[in-house]
T-cell receptor, first 113, second 113 residues
Framework: DAGVIQSPRHEVTEMGQEVTLRCKPI?????LFWYRQTMMRGLELLIY????????DSGMPEDRFSAKMPNASFSTLKIQPSEPRDSAVYFC???????????FGPGTRLLVL | DAKTTQPNSMESNEEEPVHLPCNHS???????IHWYRQLPSQGPEYVIHGLTSNVNNRMASLAIAEDRKSSTLILHRATLRDAAVYYC??????????????FGKGTHLIIQP
């Protein structure tokens, strides 16, 4: 099994630009989670989906952030417009069921200049 | 989620056992104790979890106090590859409405050769 796949692995962009992060969960998993990790705030949950439906987006920082899951094998996290404080590592995780073990991807390291 | 308290860092020698403590004095009866770890530049990975009884798997053992207010993750023979941040997390499985993981600061485990 390839595990959770995230792309790109690294992204450098300028303030104001749109950024799209992508995630392919493990095949057969029906829950998908987006996390963000910074030195200041640690790992924090942004949003999670169950069966492609967003369940809890209370962790999304503000309206500049949006996430979609058009099908069971693909999710995107979009930041528009991006700001320097969005610089972080963004992780995607999936699980078979909301309460089961979560498997994390390698993360996308985002730097907004 | 109930809160956990872990030491900021611990140091151990290679090939020796490591005991990583976690305090969770406000744990509820339906909280499971989960441990994840994060190796450098990687996403978190599941280690072990338990409810009341001690648990063993190929990676580690989990010892849970009788009153469940504390637990200890045991690495029986640490290697350099076990150097990571270890997170103790409580997950409430009551009501079926689970959620993402709430990460604290974790314990930074340093392994000396």
């Amino acid at each position: 099994d390839a595990g959770v796949i995230q792309s790109p692995r690294h992204e450098v962009t300028e303030m104001g630009q749109e950024v799209t992060l992508r995630c392919k969960p493990i095949s057969g998993h029906n829950s998908l989670f987006w996390y963000r990790q910074t030195m200041m705030r640690g790992l924090e949950l942004l949003i999670y989906f169950n069966n492609n439906v967003p369940i809890d987006d209370s962790g999304m920082p503000e309206d500049r952030f949006s996430a979609k899951m058009p099908n069971a094998s693909f999710s995107t996290l979009k930041i528009q417009p991006s700001e320097p404080r969005d610089s972080a590592v963004y992780f995607c995780a999936s699980s078979f069921g909301q309460q089961e073990t979560q498997y994390f991807g390698p993360g996308t390291r985002l730097l907004v200049l | 989620d109930a809160k956990t308290t872990q030491p900021n860092s611990m140091e151990s020698n290679e090939e020796e056992p490591v005991h990583l403590p976690c305090n969770h004095s406000t744990i509820s009866g339906t909280d499971y104790i989960h441990w994840y770890r994060q190796l450098p530049s990687q996403g978190p990975e599941y280690v072990i979890h338990g409810l009341t009884s001690n648990v063993n798997n190929r990676m580690a053992s989990l010892a849970i106090a009788e009153d469940r207010k504390s637990s200890t993750l045991i690495l029986h023979r640490a290697t350099l590859r076990d150097a990571a941040v270890y997170y103790c997390i409580l997950r409430d499985t009551a009501g079926g409405g689970a959620d993402g993981l709430t990460f604290g600061k974790g314990t930074h485990l340093i392994i000396q050769p």
